[in-house]
């Protein structure tokens, strides 16, 4: 029997260079989570790739590096678009919202984004990613409301 342990020490590897950034070392923690996704591919996964690329995305948001985070978003998005994975799709949308929202984006998207958060996550029954999304959104609107010009807006992750 095979039991396919490369693939969950390469997971294992990405999970921890996504903890390790929101424990503050953002440089070390996106490193690993680079290093998980190159040996992820060189194994032939492709599942859950794209969620993979969305905590490379938070990793790079907390580095205050939100263009190539946008950039890892967009390349999980179209992995999602090819092989139709949605257990984590919420998530993908509630960033698409608060990765724009950093860099003063256009309102409309950002907004759009963050109920088609929610409307997936009441989809799938998801109450714990539902309320992610709201909070997001809430925080989102309440930090709009007292923003003084174009700045844009840092929303929490969590």
């Known amino acids: 029997m095979r ?3 490369a693939h969950y020490m390469v997971v294992g590897t990405i999970l921890r260079g996504w ?3 929101f424990s503050g070392n953002t440089t070390e923690g996106i ?3 680079e290093d998980g996704i190159r040996d992820f591919r060189a194994i032939g996964g492709i599942t859950g790739l794209a969620n993979d690329l969305r905590l490379k995305a938070e990793a790079l948001y907390l580095a205050d590096r939100i263009f190539e985070a946008l950039e890892a978003l967009r390349k999980a998005e179209a992995i999602l678009t090819r092989t139709g994975e ?3 799709r919420a998530e993908h ?3 698409h919202g608060v990765l724009p929202a950093a860099i ?3 309102e409309t998207q950002i907004e759009a984004s963050f109920r088609e958060a929610i409307r997936i996550a009441k989809g799938q029954k998801s109450v714990s990613l539902e309320k992610r999304a709201e909070t997001t959104y809430a925080e989102y609107q309440r930090q709009k409301a007292s923003a003084s010009g174009g700045r844009g807006i840092r929303l929490p992750l969590c």
């Open 31 to 33: 490193a690993w989570i």
């Open 104 to 106: 003063g984006a256009d």
């Open 19 to 21: 903890a390790r950034s």
């Open 93 to 95: 949308h509630r960033l």
């Open 3 to 5: 039991h396919h342990f």
């Open 86 to 88: 949605g257990h984590w």
